[in-house]
């Protein structure tokens, strides 16, 4: 496999804006790396979605990415299109693909009452992957799941300056706590690359002695291992976004993206 040139970027996909919660780590690792983070604005909720939609779109979406803007690698920044997509994309696709599941293993080595919540859309929450996931890496401990729609429509509400419902944070806390045994919940897996953006909010709720965790820094880690020894340009350039074309919903103002080093907004 021939070296990408420096100018080839990483992308970056989601169904919204949660993926910027992996794309800001990433560019803490690799500051010069071009980018291009990609939100299916189209598609979203993938949480609502079935299983053979996803395992149809993402795949086609991707194929339609890559073949756009030829990146180095690609990351699918969503909990719910990886654990039901994954697959599909490697091989559909010939270059590396980093998925993102929900760190139960990290969960699992942090609790101290062996109880851990999960918190993630209603799609991910009920895939196969995420009883594996238990099995392997939290065998004897008991996890707790919870889908929670509202916190992906909190997310990207907070991202645009619009206030959070706090009926939403304070459902998504008690599908967990109300569950047999949930009082005993110490740490809790943030499932969806969204719902870091509502972290503050939900630790409030959540109370002091349970810690929040998520994949994101671990997914830049390994972005930085599969790309060691490649060439990058010398300064950093600000990153492009792309939306798919939505009716419903038009992409927030460049003034919000900004922070994440994004520096113009396309439409597909």
Known sequence: MHAPPPSAPILFFDSGLGGLTVLGPTRALLPTAPFVYAADYAGLPYGKKSD?????????LLGRLVERYQPRLA??????????????????LDLPIVGTVPAIKPAAEM?????????????????????????????GKTVLRHGSPGLV????????????????????????????????????????????????ELQAVAGPDVRLIDGAAGIARRIAYLTEGQLW??????GIAVFTRSDERPPPPLAALAPYGIGSIETI
């Open 111 to 139: 609790t101290k009452t062996g109880v851990i919540g999960v918190l993630g859309t209603e799609a991910t929450v009920r895939q196969p992957y995420v009883d594996d996931l238990s099995a392997k890496f939290a065998d």
């Open 153 to 200: 429509t909190g997310a990207e509400a907070k991202l645009r300056g619009e206030a959070v419902d706090r009926e939403v944070i304070a459902r998504a806390i008690a599908g967990l706590r109300d569950q047999p045994g949930g009082d005993a919940i110490d740490v809790v897996v943030l499932a969806c690359t969204h719902f870091p953006l509502l972290r503050d």
């Open 75 to 92: 990351v699918i920044a969503c909990n719910t299109a990886s654990t039901i997509a994954l697959g599909h994309v490697r091989a559909a």
């Open 52 to 60: 053979e939609e996803l395992a149809a779109r993402v795949p086609a």
């Open 233 to 238: 340009p010398g300064a950093p350039a600000p």
